[in-house]
């Protein structure tokens, strides 16, 4: 197909709530393609990450070529780029989506429309692209199709009215999902013989190829020897291999052209070198229209993580660093505190980016963490007139060189059944959330609207929310600002020591009660010793909250029965043990599990 | 080739009702079942041929309850040890049961050779007594005490627990001093211990145990040290007291690493460098017809870095703790190459003393767990 090539490509995404059936259509379309036999078909071949599966949400974007014959047998190229679903991952979903002309949205039949997925329709109207609604999972018998298209044409305000109705598991009219990405995706148009400019929009290292780099090609050609730049980070290499995503493997080719997606390997060592949203290009003929929708993100939630045992700092490192490789959001920092030693200061989009980078570092690189109360970024004024970015509550400048202090702000969208209204306002209102406005989507659901501070919902919103509306309420923020505050540093000190990992910036509305939580949390992990030790939290030289750990008096063994030395030896060992995963301040031992404990102070 | 020097252990499971405040493994059986266990006993005993090849310097009866068994049994266990080489100045105790005894039965387990007693008192307030499940009196003691010195017994050790549900200050003073006004050989005072699996433990969960706090523990132990002190007993180790010579060579085996080898259901043994023990199923017992093989279930050959482990905080039970020479010398190696950190704080926090010695200071026995598990390598 020579200059009507492009006209038999699609790139398109699937965007969908979690549950939605998102990675079920993925696999039925992939199977109808032809491509793979039913033996081959892995369950859910989108998604190869254990951690992925567990959680049911897609973490890393992927991409798929699919090969389509339409009614009058014209081959069709379809490159289905995944996206994953979940807010903090904004960014990734944003890169994906700027490699495609279009976005099947789709849409549980008995659950209607969803914060999240709204979030990311937005994400591709922004992008220019395509929506093509899909009514997924009809066959269940509390499908309602008719009122989640009028939900769509009413909140989202596309046309949904000739979506197609199907269900993905039950293999219901998927073919009409494959005549409308040929008829709604609008194919790509780029001029194969301008410079080139490709879209990296992933990238992951393999031992073996270097790192293997995800692109959309605008613009130009690509191939084995092509001398390519990589604009932003300004490092060139050439290249060994270009080639399409079959699915689970990589298909070698001659060269990718404007309009395809595929992969390109360079021996480039490292990921950071490949900044995805970065423009490719050919080093002596480069493209003077590089992408630039393309922000560097900035994460919003920061904390310290630091290696249980204290030799494993470098291997914490080289975790985090390969890691950093196919994460361009995670951001990490050499830190050392007191308490905890040798560390990093690593930055996330969320708390669900924190949890999952905490998974795969313990899970994956097998490495015992011992992590920090999370927090997110101040705005700290001085009186000079200076302004700073605090991300770390132990940097927190002197009080009275302080003029005020901005906290961000985010607009918090929650999507739920009409009866946990009550509940979850209370909820929003716990947190410092102002409240926006309340919209009916239907008769037995509505938005609820709030301004929150971002520094309320990192710590535990989402478990919250979920466990307050049984799991109904689903939840979105964005950031919208920064605003003064009255915030106060809440110190805790062990033994009259301030141990720099366990202090947080807080409201002072709510230092009180937190002060008092983490002191009784600290009373219950902390064993006794020898001597008395009084848990404190203080806000400058005040002590807000108080608890005492009484003087050990006494530990002793029982009667040797009979020379059982065996077992008084295991009891000892026990003990022995516990000291070992504890970590000194002063004179006190602190186990490990104590700084955890106070990131769930509502538990119980 | 000269022989090496071993105490024996005997177990006897038999209660007649269980204290609420013991795991030890005992139980209530009849006298068919005292029987057979008494015949599986002797067949262990026999068959152990090896111990031929040592010195038997004390034996120790213990339970349970072991004068809850016809005295007969008793003679006919010893006989089969006595067919072995016992030392002429062997100590051998048995432990007795106030409830359990008789003017005639002491007569007679004197009579067999047994020449040190071990009577678990506990308390001497009747009230006590009864919460903690014991099944005598404080008169019955009494006379049993008196009849075990007339049919002259004059060694005799006596067992107290403190710290019991609900005890007073008052009661463990008086209970100490009229102990003392007996003026047994040998007294041993353990704290109580909250243990799974006992009554106390299933009453603690429900919410109906007074425990003592650790302030008034402390407070019931220094009174006990102080006292006994006065009156002329040394604490050779954490909770054992004695007049000068009468400490217990027996209980001294199992603090100094020497050997023992235990007879009987879930008896624990340690022989040249290997800890043992046998079952703790009664039935498997009873079928193994005392076959070493099928009653042996443990089983573990002390590798050097456990011997120095258990050297040092087995050692540290006794008041005179152990050698700076003799583990330099049993060992081969300095002891300060090993230990040098834990010595230095353990010193620093003021919880050992060195000399050419390392024991535990007062303040050391109080947390002797934490010290102990400080020297685990």
């Known amino acids: 197909m020579p200059e009507n090539r492009q006209k038999y490509i699609r790139n398109f995404s699937i965007i969908a709530h979690i549950d939605h059936g998102k990675s079920t259509l993925a696999d039925r379309l992939i199977q109808k393609s032809g491509l793979l036999t039913e033996r081959e078909m892995q369950e859910q071949v989108l998604d190869n990450m254990d951690l992925e599966r567990e959680r049911g949400i897609t973490i890393k974007a992927q991409a798929v070529r699919l090969i389509h014959k339409d009614k009058e047998g014209n081959e069709y190229i379809l490159n ?10 904004n960014y990734e979903v944003s890169r994906s989506l700027a490699a495609c002309e279009g976005a099947l949205l789709v849409v549980d039949a008995a659950q209607g429309v969803e914060a999240q997925t709204l979030a990311n329709v937005y994400l591709a109207i922004d992008n220019n692209l395509e929506v093509v609604p899909i009514i997924n999972k009809i066959d269940l018998p509390s499908a309602n199709p008719e009122n989640v298209i009028k939900e769509i044409e009413d909140i989202i305000g596309i046309v949904a009215e000739d979506a197609p109705l199907i269900s993905a598991k039950a293999d219901i009219n998927i073919d009409q999902v494959f005549d409308k990405i040929i008829d709604s995706v609008p194919a790509p148009n780029g001029d194969e013989n301008a410079p080139l400019k490709a879209l990296i929009f992933d990238s992951f290292y393999d031992a073996y190829k ?19 730049k990589f604009m932003a980070t300004n490092k060139e290499f050439e290249v060994v291999d270009v080639g399409f995503f079959g699915p689970g493997r990589f298909i070698s080719t001659d060269e990718l052209q404007a309009g395809d997606v595929g992969y390109l390997t360079a021996s480039i060592k490292n990921v950071r070198d490949t900044r995805i949203g970065d423009t490719v290009t050919e080093s002596n003929n480069p493209t003077n229209t590089p992408f630039a929708g393309y922000k560097k993100v900035n994460p919003m939630v920061y904390c310290g993580i630091f290696p249980a045992d204290g030799s494993k700092y470098p291997d914490l490192r080289d975790a985090l660093e390969k890691l950093q490789l196919n994460d361009a959001s995670l951001y990490f920092e050499a830190e050392t505190s007191v308490a905890l030693g040798f560390g990093f200061r690593c930055g996330f989009l969320g708390l669900l ?7 795969r570092l313990e899970r994956e690189y097998n490495l015992d963490l011992v ?8 705005n700290i004024y001085m009186t000079d007139g200076s302004m700073i970015k605090l991300s770390n509550p132990s940097d927190l400048p002197d009080v009275t060189k302080i003029q005020k202090m901005e ?3 985010v607009k918090a969208e929650i999507i739920l059944p009409t009866e946990y209204i009550g509940t979850i306002m209370e909820l929003c209102q716990e947190r410092r959330g102002e409240y ?3 919209e009916y989507l239907e008769e037995t659901r509505a938005t609820l609207t709030y301004k929150m501070p971002l520094n309320e919902i990192i710590y535990d919103f989402f478990d919250v929310l979920k466990s307050r509306s049984r799991g109904y309420a689903s939840f979105d923020y964005e950031l919208i600002g920064y605003e003064e505050s009255d915030l106060v540093k809440l110190d805790i000190m062990v033994n009259r020591e301030v141990v720099d990992a366990l202090s947080f910036i807080v409201h002072r509305s709510n230092a009180y009660e937190r002060g008092r939580k983490i002191c009784a949390k600290l009373k219950k992990e902390i064993s006794r010793h020898q001597f008395e030790i009084p848990i404190q939290a203080s806000i400058g030289n005040k002590i807000i909250a108080r608890e005492t750990i009484s003087a050990l008096r006494k530990d002793v063994l029982s009667k040797c029965y009979g020379g059982d030395i065996t077992r008084k030896k295991k009891l000892l060992e026990k003990q022995k043990e516990g000291k070992k995963r504890m970590r000194q301040i002063g004179s006190v031992d602190v186990p490990q599990s104590a700084f955890m404990s106070v990131l769930k102070l509502d538990e119980d | 080739m000269q022989k090496s020097d071993v105490g024996i252990y005997i177990h006897i499971p038999f209660c007649k009702s269980k204290c609420f405040y013991c795991d030890f493994n ?3 059986a009849n006298n068919g079942e005292f029987e057979f266990y008494k015949n599986i006993l002797i067949k262990e005993i026999s068959s152990f041929e090896k111990l031929k090849n040592y010195n038997i310097k004390s034996i120790f009866i213990g339970g349970g309850t072991p004068t809850i068994i016809p005295e007969e049994y008793i003679n006919e266990i010893l006989e089969a040890i006595f067919n072995y080489n016992i030392n002429r100045d062997a100590e051998i105790t048995i432990e007795a049961n106030p409830g359990t005894l008789t003017y005639e039965k002491l007569k007679n387990l004197k009579s067999f050779g047994i020449n040190r007693l071990s009577i678990g008192v506990q308390s001497l307030n009747n009230k006590i007594l009864k919460n903690i499940g014991r099944i005598h009196t404080k008169e019955e003691f009494l006379k049993n005490y008196e009849d075990a010195i007339s049919v002259g017994f004059n060694n005799i050790n006596l067992d107290l627990i403190f710290s019991l549900p609900d005890q007073k200050f008052s009661e463990w003073k008086d209970t100490l001093k009229n102990i003392i006004s007996l003026n047994p050989k040998h007294i041993s005072t353990y704290g109580l211990i909250l243990e799974e699996g006992t009554k106390f433990y299933e009453m603690y969960q429900n919410g109906n145990l007074n425990l003592v706090d650790d302030y008034l523990d402390r407070k019931m132990y220094y009174y006990a040290k102080e006292i006994l002190s006065i009156n002329g007993y040394e604490q050779y180790e954490i909770s054992n007291f004695a007049k000068s010579g009468f400490e217990s060579k027996h209980n001294i085996i199992y603090w100094t690493m020497e050997n ?3 007879f009987g259901l879930g008896a624990h043994s340690y022989l040249d460098g290997i800890r043992s023990s046998n079952t703790t199923n009664f039935n498997k017992y009873l079928n193994s017809d005392g076959e070493i093989s099928k009653l042996e279930d443990y089983k573990n050959i002390l590798s050097e870095k456990d011997k120095i482990e258990e050297f040092m905080f087995l050692g540290l039970r006794l008041s005179k703790g152990i050698s700076i020479e003799d583990f330099n010398k049993k060992f081969n190696k300095n002891i300060y190459d090993i230990y040098s950190d834990v010595i230095k704080n353990n010193l620093n926090k003021g919880l050992i003393t060195v000399t050419d010695r390392i024991y535990l200071t007062e303040k050391g026995k109080d947390i002797s767990n934490t010290v102990m598990a400080d020297f685990l390598l």
């Open chain 1, 407 to 409: 906290e961000p702000i």
């Open chain 1, 80 to 89: 289905l780029i995944d996206t994953p679903g979940h807010v903090d991952f």
């Open chain 1, 353 to 359: 980016h924190l949890e999952i980078i905490q998974e």
């Open chain 2, 260 to 262: 023992y080898k235990g």
């Open chain 2, 26 to 28: 005992s139980f209530h």
């Open chain 1, 371 to 378: 992590m920090t109360t999370p927090s997110v970024i101040y």
């Open chain 1, 210 to 228: 270097g790192v293997i780099v995800f692109i959309r090609v605008v613009d130009g050609k690509v191939k084995k020897g092509t001398k390519i």
């Open chain 1, 436 to 438: 926006v406005t309340m």
